[in-house]
Nanobody, 130 residues
Framework: VQLQASGGGLAQSGGSLRLSCVAYGFTLDDYHIGWFRQAPGKEREGVSCISSSGSMPYYTDSVKGRFTVSRDSAKSTVYLQMNSLSREDTAIYSC????????????????????????WGQGTLVTVSS
């Protein structure tokens, strides 16, 4: 069972990248997915979440209007489209999966970033240059 984030790389300020989160050994259909990032010297922060049904995507304020989270059930993949990147977006981005039937209470009533995610993927580095 493994979760893997990919798609990071070097982008110029104002550019775009698309991250992918893929599950190996299980299907993402039953899982809420969260995207998190950790910049050098900073704590990890939640970036975006999407429910198992694909409804109610959520974004932290700093990425609203620039990032879009989506999921493709056929490919068991969740994407994070990142547009209008800035240097402040430079970080290691990770995805996490939470079994919906276990975590929906917290996900919907509190915060999708407070969910005790069941699986975490290795991060992918996003570097934005000016």
């Amino acid at each position: 069972v493994q979760l893997q984030a990919s798609g990071g790389g070097l982008a110029q300020s104002g550019g775009s990248l698309r991250l992918s989160c893929v599950a190996y050994g299980f299907t993402l259909d039953d899982y809420h997915i969260g995207w998190f990032r950790q910049a050098p010297g900073k704590e990890r922060e939640g970036v975006s979440c999407i429910s198992s049904s694909g409804s109610m995507p959520y974004y932290t304020d700093s990425v609203k209007g620039r990032f879009t989270v989506s999921r493709d059930s056929a490919k068991s993949t969740v994407y994070l489209q990142m547009n209008s990147l800035s240097r402040e977006d430079t970080a290691i981005y990770s995805c996490a999966a939470a079994l919906s039937r276990r975590h929906s209470g917290t996900y919907y009533s509190r915060s999708c970033f407070e969910v005790g995610y069941d699986y975490w993927g290795q991060g992918t580095l996003v570097t934005v240059s000016s």
